[in-house]
T-cell receptor, first 112, second 112 residues
Framework: GAGVSQSPSNKVTEKGKDVELRCDPI?????LYWYRQSLGQGLEFLIYFQGNSAPDKSGLPSDRFSAERTGGSVSTLTIQRTQQEDSAVYLC??????????FGPGTRLLVL | GENVEQHPSTLSVQEGDSAVIKCTYSDSASNYFPWYKQELGKRPQLIID?????GEKKDQRIAVTLNKTAKHFSLHITETQPEDSAVYFCAAIKFGNEKLTFGTGTRLTIIP
């Protein structure tokens, strides 16, 4: 079956603009995660959705970052008033309750 | 919360030799430990995992060992090949939590 997909694959934006990143998890997976990975760095946890429960937002770096998950499937990560330090690869992952997370290909965000 | 430490941060080995990457975790309740491999410019992919009810698991040239008492687990790659060059991440999770805590990664370079 289809894996986790993300769009766009690359995004270049100007400082101060808002961006939306999309994640389509594996069908039937109840858990969805967003991570940020700066060049050559590790995986920084951002936010976690599990079914209809309130999301775990403990990793969001500032109030410019928000995410939603509609209908328990597709998720959108929004970054408002982007800054140059927001430049990174944003990875989405989903899990079907077996602990194993499957990652999407990521969105490479460049803020000029 | 859980804290996972990973060592070394970089590792270079001669082709054909073995490589070992070590991780320690803090939460004794953690019971699932996956390892991910991330090749340059690609998404992290699960390569092997182990649950707390076993001490060792092997898959061809890759093996993982777990010492619950000492709260550490290790990835062993034997007969290394150039395609093993990548960044490897360990992680730990408590069943029912589903929020993986990742180590900081090890950049493995295989020298031909």
């Amino acid at each position: 079956g289809a894996g986790v997909s993300q769009s766009p694959s690359n995004k270049v934006t100007e400082k101060g603009k808002d961006v939306e990143l999309r994640c389509d998890p594996i069908s039937g997976h109840t858990a969805l995660y967003w991570y940020r990975q700066s060049l050559g760095q590790g995986l920084e946890f951002l936010i976690y959705f599990q079914g209809n429960s309130a999301p775990d937002k403990s990793g969001l770096p500032s109030d410019r970052f928000s995410a939603e998950r509609t209908g328990g499937s597709v998720s959108t990560l929004t970054i408002q008033r982007t800054q140059q330090e927001d430049s990174a690869v944003y990875l989405c992952a989903s899990s079907g309750g077996q602990e194993t997370q499957y990652f999407g290909p990521g969105t490479r965000l460049l803020v000029l | 919360g859980e804290n996972v430490e990973q060592h070394p941060s970089t590792l270079s080995v001669q082709e054909g030799d073995s490589a070992v990457i070590k991780c320690t975790y803090s939460d004794s309740a953690s019971n699932y430990f996956p390892w991910y491999k991330q090749e340059l410019g690609k998404r992290p992919q699960l390569i092997i995992d182990i649950r707390s009810n076993v001490g060792e698991k092997k898959d061809q040239r890759i093996a993982v060992t777990l010492n619950k008492t000492a709260k550490h687990f290790s990835l062993h790659i034997t007969e290394t090949q150039p395609e093993d060059s990548a960044v490897y991440f360990c992680a730990a999770i408590k069943f029912g939590n589903e929020k993986l805590t990742f180590g900081t990664g090890t950049r493995l370079t295989i020298i031909p």
